[in-house]
């Protein structure tokens, strides 16, 4: 080649290395930016959240009865089932309290039959008195006829009124007993003692008593693994619960069963269903991997609950993402290592929703 047509040549050369520069610059632009849309459109499936915790029923198991520590039938750490008995009070006091309530039930049968017994005695004794009263009367109407005649002396004739008056405001007495003895029995003269006021308020007493002293053996309500027993010994004083508002002295139950609470993000939760299987890490156990699903969604955020929520009343309001409680039940093997409450967990829920099926949803 000439140097002339060399020299001609170099022009083109360079304008076809600035448009392939062009090109592969557009291209490689093009590239990335379907890439991340691929990317974009297929993802969007998975929500993780690491503000996630392991949970379970906490009580501090009390009892609303108040008594000395008899005995303490459990120790730190260990595993009960329910209905496992964890510590007894003196049951003495509850069984004096409840021989005293069933001496007051007995009673309430005496004096049930007692008044009884008492309302056939008036009512014989009205029959007695109403004979009384014709009596007189017969004989005031015979001396008052006599002395229409002057055939009696006036005196004998009040004598005769007197008695006559006295044995009807004695009739009205007796009839008065009867009617506040038959008031006793609940206006049934054939009442049953089981159906008396009296009666039914010494039994009440008696369940009451009975209640107290069953309550003087503490249960596990549910099975886990007991806590905070150590400052319970035996003598004690057990403040009864309802009386002190408080917790006095309880022992700690931590139950066997636990699951997972994470706050989501109320973004998140378009669609989040119950039952969406997820994948659980515990930070206790790095490298294992439980599985689950989301058993439900709480019908309130956390700030719902609030005891103080806030009030956008002022005109400074600034919107804040709000976070809803997710419960997350855990599918556990046998061979699973313990969880214990309070521990971090990691979450993946998988929804089943990429974002393009969101965009087409739309």
Do not use: C
Not at 33 to 49: D, N
Not at 232 to 257: E, K, N, R, Y
Not at 291 to 315: I, K, R, Y
């Amino acid at each position: 080649m000439s140097a002339v047509a060399y020299e001609a040549a170099k022009p083109k050369q360079g304008m076809d290395k600035t448009a392939l520069r062009r090109v592969l610059m557009i291209g490689g632009v093009a590239v990335v930016l379907a890439v991340s849309a691929y990317f974009y459109l297929m993802g969007g499936r998975y929500i993780t959240a690491d503000d996630s915790y392991v949970r379970a029923n906490k009580l501090m198991v009390s009892t609303d009865v108040s008594g000395l520590i008899q005995s303490v039938n459990v120790k730190q750490g260990q595993h009960v089932e329910k209905g496992e008995v964890l510590f007894t009070l003196d049951p003495q006091p509850f069984r004096i309290a409840l021989e005293n309530a069933q001496a007051a039930l007995a009673q309430a049968v005496q004096d049930v039959e007692s008044n009884r017994a008492a309302y056939r005695s008036a009512l014989g004794q009205i029959g007695a008195q109403q004979a009384q009263v014709n009596l007189t009367k017969q004989t005031f109407d015979r001396y008052a006829a006599l002395q229409s005649q002057n055939a009696i002396a006036a005196t004998s004739v009040d004598q005769a009124r007197g008695a006559m008056v006295g044995a009807r405001a004695t009739l009205n007495s007796v009839q008065q007993a009867a009617a506040t003895d038959l008031a006793k029995l609940n206006g049934d003269p054939n009442l049953p003692a089981e159906k008396a006021p009296g009666y039914l308020k010494a039994k009440a007493a008696v369940d009451e008593a009975q209640r107290q002293l069953d309550h003087a053996v503490v249960r596990a309500p549910f099975a886990g693994t007991v806590g905070e027993v150590d400052s319970l010994q035996p003598g004690t004083l057990v403040i009864s619960a309802m009386s002190a508002f408080t917790t006095t002295s309880a022992v700690g139950l931590i139950g066997s069963d636990n699951w997972i609470e994470s706050d989501l993000k109320e973004t998140e939760l378009t669609y989040l269903r119950e039952g969406n299987p997820v994948t659980i890490t515990i930070d206790t156990y790095p490298g294992r991997k439980w599985t689950g699903h989301v058993e439900n969604v709480a019908a309130g955020s956390d700030s719902s609950f609030s005891a103080l929520p806030a009030e956008n009343a002022s005109g400074n309001w600034v919107k804040v993402v709000q976070r809803i409680p997710v419960r997350i039940a855990i599918d556990k093997k046998p061979d699973d290592p313990q969880l214990r409450a309070g521990m971090s967990a990691v979450v993946t829920i998988d929804t089943g929703k990429r974002r393009w099926q969101r965009l087409l949803n739309e």
